[in-house]
Nanobody, 124 residues
Framework: QVQLVESGGGSAHPGGSLKLSCRAS????????MSWARQAPGNGVEWVSG????????AYADSVQGRFTISRDNAKNTLYLQMNNLKPEDTALYFC?????????????????WGNGILVTVST
């Protein structure tokens, strides 16, 4: 069955960096767009970033544009999120999501599977 397992979270100081990974299995990873989302304590889920199946297109929420970089290695079935210049408001549970279809249409909210998430805490 489809499995998405996030790793790489932890604690960082403001201005620091972390890199998240999401290892996928149970489906043809290279055919599906993928995205990252997050949920801060007491808040709803926020879409963070998305990437086309071949990595040719990426998109970011305004809140992370210029600081976060999404990428993927289809040979390793792995999705990444490089997070630089972290801010306290980036503190959240981060999870990767698999698109419902193989259509690279930029509809990052059309997903059907997601991982359990990994916690990122940014504080002094």
């Amino acid at each position: 069955q489809v499995q998405l397992v996030e790793s790489g979270g932890g604690s960082a100081h403001p201005g620091g960096s972390l890199k998240l990974s999401c290892r996928a299995s149970g489906f043809d990873f290279s055919r599906y767009p993928m995205s990252w989302a997050r949920q801060a304590p007491g808040n709803g889920v926020e879409w963070v970033s998305g990437i086309f199946s071949d990595g040719s297109e990426t998109a970011y929420a305004d809140s992370v544009q210029g600081r976060f970089t999404i990428s993927r290695d289809n040979a390793k079935n792995t999705l990444y999120l490089q997070m630089n210049n972290l801010k306290p408001e980036d503190t959240a549970l981060y999870f990767c999501r698999k698109a419902k279809t193989t259509n690279n249409n930029g509809n990052w909210h059309d997903y059907d599977k997601w991982g359990n998430g990994i916690l990122v805490t940014v504080s002094t």
